[in-house]
C-alpha cells in the first residue's frame, strides 16, 4: 500500500516543471507520428514502409533498452537526457528543413524517424529513474501514475491535433511543432540542480549490461515483475491493436468513430491514473494488478460482444483504466524493488518487457482476427489474459515501500600498502568467521543469503569453505575482475542487506568485522616468479567487508 502522508507529487515544483514539458514533448512525438504516416502515403511509400513508420519508434525501444538503462545508472541522468533531447531536437530540425525543401525520400524519412526513435529509447529509462530522484519515496507511486496519465493525455489528444495539423498545413508543420517541443524539456533539464553522484567511479558500458542482467537474474522482485509485465503486456494490447477494426466491422464506423473510441480508451487512462491513489491505499500492489486484470478482461469481453456504441465506449473506459493502473503499478514495483545505483537497468528491463509482449501481442491479436474474425480474437485475447492473471497468483508482486534500499555508506577504501589502480585486477578476498557448532545451521542458512547478496552485486567465484586444522573456522571466498568494481561492490551494500551482516556479527565469536584477507592476483609467466599480493587484516570497526 502506498504512503498517504507524503506530499502530492505536483507539490514538488521540479516534478511540476518535468511533468509539463514532458506533455508538451508527448504532444510533439504523437503530432510527428502521424505527419509521418501521412506524408509516406503521399510520398508513395509501400505497405511495408508505412507500417514500418511505426516500427522504427518501437523497435529502439527494444533494441536499446539494455543499453539505456546503463547509461541510466552510470552518468548523470540529467546529461543523459539532455543529449538525447538535444539529439533529437537537431535531427528534427533537420528533417523540417528536408520536408520544407521537398528532398524527402521514404528512406530518408524512416531514418530520421528511426534516429528519433533512438533518442527516446536512449532517454526513457533515464526519464523514468529521474521520479526518484525528485519526488520523496512515499511519493514514487503517485508521480508515476501522474506521469503515465500525462503520456495518456497527450495519445488521447496528440493524433486527433496532428490529424487537423497535417490537414491544414502539411506533414511538414507538424515536424516543426516537434522539434520545437523539445526545446521546453531541454530549458527544464538546463535549470534542474540534480542529486550528485554517490560514487565517483563508473561500470564500462559492457560491464554495466551484465550486471544489470545478473541484478535482475538475481533479484525475485525484478524477476517477477518481467514475468507479470508479459503476462499483463501480451493480451492487454489487444483492444487497442484491433480498435480501427472494432470501430468498421463491430461497430459500422468510420475514422471518426475510430477516434472516439481511441480517446474514450485515453480517458479512461486518465481515470485510472486519478484513481490510482486511492486504490493503493486501500489494497496491495498485486491485488491492484488484479483489479487492473479484471478491467481489461471485462473491457475486452464487452467490446467484443457489443455493436452498441455508448456499452463500447463504456467498456473502453474499463480497459483503459485498467493497462494504466497495471503498468503504473508495475512501474512503481520496479523502483520501489531496487536500489538506486541499478533501477535504471531494471526500468529498462521492464520496459523491454512490456513493449516486447506488446508487440508479441498486437502481432497475435492481428492473426487471430483474420483467422476467426475480431470478436473471437478479442475473446481468446481475454482468455489469455485471464490466464495470465491466474499465473500471476503463483508469483505475487512484492510490497517493498517500506524497505530501506539506501547505502549504508559506512565503508572505507582501506589503506594498501602497494599502489593499485582502480582498473587493476583480479582481486581475491577472504573473510574468516569463528562460528560455534551449535550456530552451524543458522551460519550455513545465513551465508546462502549472503552468497546471494555478493554475486547479486558483482563478487564472482564465491564459496566458503571449512578449516581441517580448526573447524570452528569458516572462510568465505570470492574475487572481482579489477579493484575498482571492490569498491563499487562495498558501496552498493544497503540497510536491507545488513539484516544478514548483523546475523553474521551475532554468531561470529570474536572481534567484529571479522578478519579480512585482500590479494592481487597475477597469472603466472616465465618473467613472473610469485604473484604479487596485497594482504591486509582489517579490525577496523567502521569498515564493512
Not at 522482485?221 to 487497442?240: F, M
Not at 459500422?252 to 485510472?272: C, N, Q, Y
Not at 490510482?276 to 486501500?282: G, P, Q, S, T, W
Request: charged share 15%; with cysteine.
Amino acid at each position: 500500500m502506498s504512503d498517504t502522508s507524503a506530499p502530492p507529487p505536483f507539490s514538488v515544483p521540479m516534478f511540476k516543471r518535468m511533468w509539463s514539458a514532458s506533455i508538451v514533448s508527448q504532444f510533439g512525438t504523437l503530432i510527428q507520428s502521424v505527419g509521418a504516416a501521412w506524408l509516406m502515403v503521399q510520398l508513395g511509400g509501400t505497405n511495408t514502409q508505412v507500417a514500418l513508420v511505426t516500427a522504427s519508434i518501437t523497435v529502439p525501444i527494444l533494441i536499446l533498452a539494455l543499453l539505456s538503462g546503463a547509461l541510466a545508472d552510470n552518468y548523470p541522468r540529467r546529461i543523459v537526457m539532455l543529449c538525447c533531447q538535444i539529439g533529437m531536437f537537431l535531427n528534427s530540425i533537420t528533417l523540417c528543413i528536408f520536408a520544407w525543401m521537398g528532398w524527402l525520400t521514404p528512406w530518408l524519412l524512416l531514418m530520421f524517424t528511426f534516429l528519433n526513435g533512438c533518442g527516446l529509447a536512449l532517454a526513457a529509462p533515464s526519464l523514468q529513474a529521474t521520479v526518484g530522484d525528485i519526488v520523496p519515496r512515499g511519493t514514487i507511486a503517485r508521480a508515476v501514475a501522474m506521469n503515465s496519465m500525462g503520456v495518456n493525455i497527450a495519445r488521447s489528444a496528440g493524433p486527433a491535433l496532428g490529424g487537423v495539423l497535417v490537414a491544414m498545413a502539411g506533414a511538414a508543420a507538424a515536424f516543426t511543432f516537434n522539434a520545437f517541443s523539445y526545446l521546453s524539456i531541454i530549458f527544464v533539464l538546463f535549470t534542474w540542480d540534480a542529486p550528485k553522484a554517490t560514487s565517483k567511479l563508473r561500470e564500462d558500458l559492457g560491464t554495466a549490461m551484465a550486471a544489470g542482467l545478473r541484478y535482475a537474474s538475481m533479484s525475485t522482485p525484478v524477476r517477477t515483475v518481467v514475468l507479470r509485465a508479459v503476462l499483463t503486456g501480451i493480451a492487454a494490447s489487444s483492444v487497442t491493436s484491433l480498435m480501427p477494426l472494432v470501430a468498421k466491422d463491430l461497430l459500422g464506423g468510420d475514422a471518426a468513430i475510430f477516434g472516439l473510441l481511441s480517446g474514450v480508451f485515453g480517458v479512461g487512462a486518465v481515470l485510472g491514473a486519478l484513481s490510482n491513489r486511492h486504490l493503493r491505499a486501500r489494497f496491495s500492489s498485486e491485488w491492484t494488478v488484479r483489479i487492473a486484470a479484471l478491467c481489461l478482461i471485462g473491457g475486452a469481453i464487452i467490446v467484443s460482444e457489443s455493436r452498441f456504441l455508448p456499452l463500447t465506449l463504456f467498456a473502453l473506459l474499463f480497459s483503459g483504466a485498467g493497462w494504466l493502473l497495471a503498468v503504473a503499478v508495475l512501474n512503481v514495483v520496479v523502483q520501489m524493488s531496487v536500489p538506486r545505483w541499478v533501477v535504471g537497468r531494471s526500468l529498462s528491463l521492464y520496459q523491454m518487457a512490456i513493449f516486447g509482449s506488446m508487440s508479441l501481442g498486437s502481432f497475435l491479436s492481428g492473426k487471430l482476427s483474420e483467422t476467426y474474425g475480431v470478436t473471437n480474437a478479442l475473446l481468446i485475447m481475454a482468455g489469455i489474459q485471464a490466464a495470465g492473471l491466474a499465473i500471476g497468483l503463483l508469483f505475487r508482486l512484492p510490497e517493498s515501500e517500506d524497505k530501506n534500499l539506501d547505502p549504508v555508506g559506512r565503508w572505507r577504501v582501506p589503506d594498501l600498502s602497494v599502489e593499485i589502480d582502480p582498473r587493476s585486477g583480479p582481486i581475491h578476498v577472504t573473510v574468516r568467521y569463528d562460528i560455534l557448532p551449535d550456530d552451524l545451521p543458522e551460519f550455513v542458512a545465513t551465508m546462502k543469503i549472503r552468497r546471494q547478496i555478493r554475486v547479486r552485486d558483482g563478487a564472482q567465484n564465491w564459496n566458503l569453505s571449512r578449516d581441517l586444522q580448526q573447524p570452528n573456522t569458516w572462510v568465505e571466498h570470492y574475487r572481482f575482475s579489477r579493484w575498482r568494481d571492490y569498491i563499487l561492490h562495498n558501496e552498493r551494500h544497503t540497510h536491507e542487506d545488513d539484516e544478514s551482516l548483523m546475523a553474521l556479527k551475532r554468531l561470529h565469536q570474536g572481534d567484529w568485522p571479522p578478519e579480512i584477507h585482500r590479494s592481487l592476483e597475477r597469472q603466472m609467466s616465465r618473467q613472473t616468479i610469485e604473484p604479487d599480493l596485497i594482504s591486509e587484516a582489517t579490525i577496523d570497526p567502521t569498515r564493512g567487508n
